[in-house]
């Protein structure tokens, strides 16, 4: 992530344009991969030297994308393909860039669909299974989701993208048509485990190479055992910072979280003013547009948005890449803070994710006491708190009671400020603006019609801001001077599941060790896992070409990465039967999340 020094990485000067179209050795039609049972897999005719197990397979490539997005999900910073850090921005922006000319534009209330926001969709639970059908259009076009309008990747038309609804044991099945002109993408399914379908995952030069410019691709898998919050979202050079994601809500009757009378989805997200392939081309330079004088500097946003929306102060020019002022593109006109309603007296099941590519919030709402039921699609004893630290990729439920005084009152989510201003070398004009964080409106109503958009009834705002900062790791935070903040997660062992698990033996052989670190690399920086300085493989996948690969003892080597290549790393898990334990150390200042792709 663009975060806590960022873990895109790419060797000596080459960076991977993943919005060019790839050279692809593979045909790709409308109806590739509609259907897992049609699949032409090629696990199933193994060529005779291949020593390796199905089993062993799939566990190697669960290890090998735990390093993958480390080194990834964040500013969503991925690399474009076969261009050199040194070449200088040329002038004609659009072209350059892969923005189109004469960008259709999206206003906000099309943009943000606030009804499946709400949850108001009439989806039916069941434990009967179904195949749930979806298809995402990928576009871009301009839109002003802070009221500073800017270039953006879309599905459907909006962002956050189209809602995923579907129950325990269903089939989704989502048909990806790219109408972009010149720029690949993927989709990854964030927390989903992927079982007996790790090529559904849709991490390019991992899973799959990208969706080419005018072509499609139909992703299908199951959810045999998950329930609770999950998100998608672009995994192709920085999409998803532009707007390519939205929500995955699993269904389950048998759900072990308590019933409410509401349900809400909250996204968190921070937003860059300027496209990010201008951003991501200016930091992988040895320089950098917000600091001239330093390499690996992470571009600070330069707002943050909640449900996708916010307001901006349109005086305030950005310190991170200051608009041209012959750019007929940029305007701004203030936008406008998400407001939603809950019925007085009620509860509401607030599902928070955080869709940032830089930092992590602590949520609150002004005068209400939080109840925590979920954690990352796992549900968990009841935990009250004022508030939630999200960090990047994660998603909370909480719920919330109506029970104070009628009125409005704000939703919060903060940057914890000392956790990583003190590590960048300038400042964000636009989250100074905007007091490091966003706010939303949640107003009280009589009316149990809650899912109207009819504002003339909303009661004044009546809340006070608490204690807006994150308690957890307080002790931890050397650079918090008198602020009483920690950057910690809520501690190990205060989550407790609902659903017990037996522990699992992890043998020596499956136990690997890694460590994170942020390094020079010629002129630029770049994040190594251990030897490695990942970049994902052009015009192929890993899991493609594990298939070729013979994991014998005397083809490893001290960088694991076999026969793919010096800035690849891939773990074996021999042992079937015994679970996995990676052990992370990190020799970075500042917090980096992980999280597994697929089981």
Known sequence: MLGHHSSNSASGLMILDNESTPHLDHTWTSNIWASTSSLSIPIAEKPPRQTVSLRLFIWSLVCFSIVALALGLGLGLRYRPYQTIYRAAPSNYSSYYGIPEDLDFIPIDQLVNKAELELNTGFVVSKEPSVREYVFNITQAGAAPDGFSKPMVLVNGQSPGPLIEANTGDVIRVHVNNLMPNQSTTIHWHGINQRQTPWMDGVVGVSQCGIPPQRNFTYEFRVPDQRGTFWWHAHTSVQYSDGAYGAIVIHDPEEMVPKTDD???????????TYGSVILKSYLDPTSKWDPSESGVEPLADNVLLNGQNIYDCSVNSTTYPPSSHDPTQSCTGGQLYATKVVTGQTVRLRLINASSFFSYWFSVDNHTLTIVELDGVEVEPISARGVYLNLGQRVSVILAADQTYGSYYMRASIPKTCFLPYSTYTSSGLESAEYGVKGVLSYTRNTDVGGDNTADIPEIVGIAGNTTNPYGVDNNGLRGDVWEGCDDMPFDMPVPMRKQPAVNASEANTHYIE??????????????????YAPLPNNATLWKTMDQQFTADRTNSYNSWDFGLNQQVLLVPDADQCAQIVINSRDAMEHPWHLHGQ
Request: glycine share 0%.
């Open 263 to 273: 349900e809400k989805l909250i996204f968190v997200s921070d937003v860059y003013h």
């Open 516 to 533: 994170y670190a942020f390094r020079q690399a010629q002129d630029v920086n770049r994040i190594f896992i251990n030897k490695t300085s």
